[in-house]
C-alpha cells in the first residue's frame, strides 16, 4: 500500500503522542530486533523507534532496511527518531490503517 501526501501527514499527527518503543544502541540493528518490530507492527500499526545516540547507524539506512526487511513504511524521520508504519494482517488489529484507507 504506498501512501498519498494526506495519509502520511495523518500518520504523522497520529503518532505525534506515542513514545519510542525500540531503541537501537552500538549493537546496531539484528534479525532478533527486526523480528521483534515486525511483531510489534503487527498489533500497533504505528510505532516509533529511536537511535540512541552511542550507535553507529544513521536514520536513513535503518530506516532502508527495515523497509526492505518487513515490507513497512518509514513515514518520517526526526534527528534520531524514525516513525514506522505497517498495516496488520488481522482484522481486529487493523484500527489505524481502515483510518487511513479512508482518507
Known amino acids: 500500500m504506498e501512501l498519498r501526501g494526506k495519509q502520511k501527514r495523518f500518520l504523522r499527527s497520529e503518532a505525534h503522542h506515542l513514545q519510542p518503543i525500540f531503541q537501537i544502541g552500538k549493537g546496531?540493528?539484528?534479525?532478533?530486533?527486526?523480528?521483534?518490530?515486525?511483531?510489534?507492527?503487527?498489533?500497533?500499526?504505528?510505532?516509533?523507534?529511536?537511535?540512541?545516540?552511542?550507535?553507529?547507524?544513521?536514520?536513513?539506512?535503518?530506516?532502508?532496511?527495515?523497509?526492505?526487511?518487513?515490507?513497512?513504511?518509514?513515514?518520517?524521520?526526526?534527528?534520531?527518531?524514525?516513525?514506522?508504519?505497517?498495516?496488520s494482517s488481522k482484522e481486529k488489529y487493523q484500527k489505524v490503517s481502515t483510518q487511513v484507507r479512508s482518507i
Open 28 to 87: 546496531g540493528v539484528n534479525e532478533a530486533m527486526i523480528i521483534q518490530i515486525g511483531e510489534a507492527l503487527e498489533k500497533r500499526e504505528l510505532i516509533k523507534v529511536s537511535l540512541l545516540q552511542n550507535t553507529d547507524e544513521v536514520a536513513e539506512d535503518v530506516a532502508e532496511e527495515l523497509e526492505a526487511a518487513l515490507g513497512c513504511q518509514v513515514v518520517q524521520i526526526i534527528g534520531r527518531v524514525l516513525v514506522v508504519f505497517k498495516p
